[in-house]
């Protein structure tokens, strides 16, 4: 079984990838599998948000959700 | 009895060597808060307008919050203020570390000093009491040095000590105040403060701890604090990177710093990412009881260039300054010349932009090896950067000249290079370009310090999304980072109140709200529990605006006015390649932006706060001092 999910990326996240498209992942899946699975590394996520919340690398995710993925580009 | 302050303020006079102890009351402590707002308060009571600033007539405060040093991760910045002999504006910076809770724990909320020591000394601060001790042993030191000898002197290893390094003592205007070598109160050249003071350092010891009106409750938030900042992606990204994490994105984004704020792309910038930082990292470090542990440490056993666990790691702001602004992709180099600044007390992000102004200088022939006894200075040579550095801190040659920050040395030099002179209201740019953060733009425009990194939110996490982050404070608009349309203004005026709790509370942005483990609904009832005031995110936001509203009466008063109120030239041209070519920031809209924000905010069209505004905010006592 899969899901499916609807993912924007922003930034520099979207070179060589997309800004925004539904992607396939098994079911159960979770945030950190779909970072896997668009071949983001861990240090290029600054910010998720699922369904318009602050999610975690950890969260499952359910059919039809939307995830946002930004990268760490704040100031320090 | 107060609860999560003292309610005492320490007033030192160094001329006479005195000292004694306001309280001002519960009121005046909720009017203001903390940090920069208790410096205004002070500069604004006792300053005259037109005051040198390395004169002993300049005030210097050291401010916590009401809430510094309650067991939060983040809760344990501090500011530093004084008019700023960098920009003859409203100075200050804030700092992390140990100093902040540790100033608390000895009984003053903040030290308002004044005057001037006849011979070079330093402040001894334990528990209440206050000695003024001979710094004829520690004047000279470095500032790992100076921190070792007046803990052997004061006969304590816990003391915490704020020290300048040669560079202060040599009143170099963007000399910055150094804490346990780790930490540092870097912007607007509070260092040379202190040294046109005498004053070398303030060493604090506390041996008691502040008190919660609830401190169950207290522990609870701290615990699911701590507990989110292990699972919260932005703290996962600080606490496995630190910041050199940023150096990545921005790259990719087309905003890293390069050569001057000329390009936003760099070459080399995978040379200069967290993964090559793996290469000289040694360990974290961390602040007062934070549990997101960002702090880097280098080491490294290298003849030309060796790094020090002891001395400090680079921040981004440092790798993009001695990186990417000067073309070098030279990672040790960059470890290098952190450590000596750290060492002689300058602050990076202005030698940086010291550094990438001579070498476009050079670049164009407008100075040539002529100038420097025949050091040729180009981009993308780290020694040149290294050579600089210590021409700089002994006020040797051009380094003398250089010495007074990019503004006032341009105007001395000359020969066109004022095109290469990129500050505002003198101060030089921390490192991000405002083309692709045109909300961060109206931020450096505006802030009263000049360009100030920390004082406003960086538009791109608040794409799409991401704007949920702000939705508490009634922001429900997706930011575009590109526009300067009537939204980003919005996003900006809430936003940079929002952002603003943080300095306002003396709380790191990288433990908090917006974008960090901390909510607002979390934070305010955290306050609420330290303090035990029935407050409110209106209470403190309202704070945060007197704040803001109080230094800039400060530079009104100081002269300046809604021309200062710009940014660069460079990003009113268009960006030349990269993700964002041909981006630049349209001069009129940009003029438009702030103009609406002069509106919005209350303040007329020359950039004054309204009597009505002063009224709102508790402030008609500063209604004179309004210049007319
Ligand atoms: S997040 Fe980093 S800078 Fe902020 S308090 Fe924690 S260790 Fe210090």
Known sequence: ?76 | MPFGYNGKILHIDLTQQKWHVEEPGEKWYRTYMGGSAFASYYLLKMLTPGTDPLSPENVLVFACSVVTGAPISGWNRYTVAAKSPLTHAFGESEAGGFFGPELKFAGFDAIVIQGRAAQPIYLFIKDGNVQFRDAKDVWGLDNFKALLRIQEEVGDKRVRVASIGPAGERLVRFANVSNDVEHFNGRTGMGAVLGSKNLKAVAVRGTKRMESAEPEKVKDIARWHNARIKTHPPNVGLTNFGTPGLVKGLNATGILPTRNFREGVFEGADKLNADAYASILHSSGTCWTCAVKCKRRVALDDEKYPLNPKWGGPEYETIAAFGSMIGNDNLLAVGRGNQLCNLYGLDTVSMGNVTAFVMECFENGILTDKDTGGRKINFGDPDAMLWLIEEVVQRRGIGDILAEGVKTASERIGRGSEQFAFTIKGNDLPLHDGRGKTGMALGYALSATGADHIETPHDVAFQGDGVAKLHAVGLLDPVEPLETDMAKVRFFALGQKAWGINNLLSICNFTSVAIHAMTFHNLVEAVRAVTGWDTSLYEIMLAVERSMVMSRIFNLREGFGPEDDKVIRRWHEPMPGGPIKGKKLDEQEFRRAIEVFYELSGWDRRGRPTFGKLVELNLEWLQPEMPQ
């Not at chain 1, 499916?4 to 800004?19: I, M, P, Q």
């Not at chain 1, 899946?29 to 970072?35: F, S, Y």
């Open chain 1, 1 to 76: 079984m899969t899901i499916r999910v609807r993912v924007s990326l922003y930034s520099g996240l979207r070179t060589d990838r997309f800004a925004e498209a539904e992607v396939e992942l098994p079911e159960g899946a979770t945030v950190n599998d779909l970072r896997e699975k668009l071949d983001l590394p861990l240090q290029d996520i600054g910010i998720v948000m699922v369904n318009a919340r602050s999610g975690t690398f950890q969260q499952r995710l359910q059919p039809g959700d939307r995830i946002t993925l930004i990268p760490p580009i704040g100031g320090g």
